[in-house]
T-cell receptor, first 114, second 111 residues
Framework: AQSVTQLDSQVPVFEEAPVELRCNYSSSVSVYLFWYVQYPNQGLQLLLKYLSGSTLVKGINGFEAEFNKSQTSFHLRKPSVHISDTAEYFCAVSEGAAGNKLTFGGGTRVLVKP | EAGVAQSPRYKIIEKRQSVAFWCNPISGHATLYWYQQILGQGPKLLIQFQNNGVVDDSQLPKDRFSAERLKGVDSTLKIQPAKLEDSAVYLC?????????FGPGTRLTVT
């Protein structure tokens, strides 16, 4: 069985400061990892995904994440946040085929302060 | 390209009533999922369809929840009878090229 732990439920951060959201996973099969963002009253939008290859993955809106197999982590980073980055962020792992049967973490709420 | 469509966006019902949600996936996507997202939690998979067949419904509370995808395109999720703990956002997603695309969700409030 696979699981995802997002270590921080809330992360307050000042505008233009860097942010890191932590994600650890456990899986007994091939690992495909995802970060999604959810704005209020909206569905989930994919930020980035790791399927294979380079462990540093770049996504939309200036976000990037690094896959670390030995530490079973997939932390999300952005060097400089904007007010518009205020949202909830979800880390997810898929089982078997890439993007299939996602198991989500509990989410991290990012609040960007001016 | 149109995204995943869901309706209604919001629904308020009393406990023991029934409710149905509708999803239209992105054209050509064979795989469709329904997730339940309780406030403050990540989405949890309820059921997965491949075309019009059920692939995985192990997390679906079958005593009260049902879902179908009769022609392999649109899908409906039904709850009958609803309980207070069913209050949540119900998300539909479809998959292609290693990625799931989510609809805006239906927010259900059971009073």
């Amino acid at each position: 069985a696979q699981s995802v732990t997002q270590l921080d439920s809330q992360v307050p951060v000042f505008e233009e400061a860097p942010v890191e959201l932590r994600c650890n996973y456990s899986s007994s099969v091939s690992v495909y990892l995802f970060w999604y963002v959810q704005y209020p009253n909206q569905g989930l939008q994919l930020l980035l995904k790791y399927l294979s290859g380079s462990t540093l993955v770049k996504g939309i809106n200036g976000f990037e994440a690094e896959f670390n197999k030995s530490q079973t982590s997939f932390h999300l980073r952005k060097p400089s946040v904007h007010i518009s980055d205020t949202a909830e962020y979800f880390c997810a792992v898929s089982e078997g085929a890439a993007g299939n049967k996602l198991t989500f973490g509990g989410g991290t709420r990012v609040l960007v302060k001016p | 390209e149109a995204g995943v469509a869901q309706s209604p966006r919001y629904k308020i019902i009393e406990k023991r009533q029934s409710v149905a949600f509708w999803c239209n996936p992105i054209s050509g996507h064979a795989t469709l999922y329904w997730y339940q997202q309780i406030l403050g939690q990540g989405p949890k998979l309820l059921i997965q369809f491949q075309n019009n067949g059920v692939v995985d419904d192990s997390q679906l509370p079958k005593d009260r929840f049902s879902a179908e995808r009769l022609k392999g395109v649109d899908s409906t999720l039904k709850i009958q009878p609803a309980k207070l703990e069913d209050s949540a956002v119900y998300l539909c997603a479809s998959r292609a090229e290693g990625e799931q695309y989510f609809g805006p969700g239906t927010r259900l409030t059971v009073t």
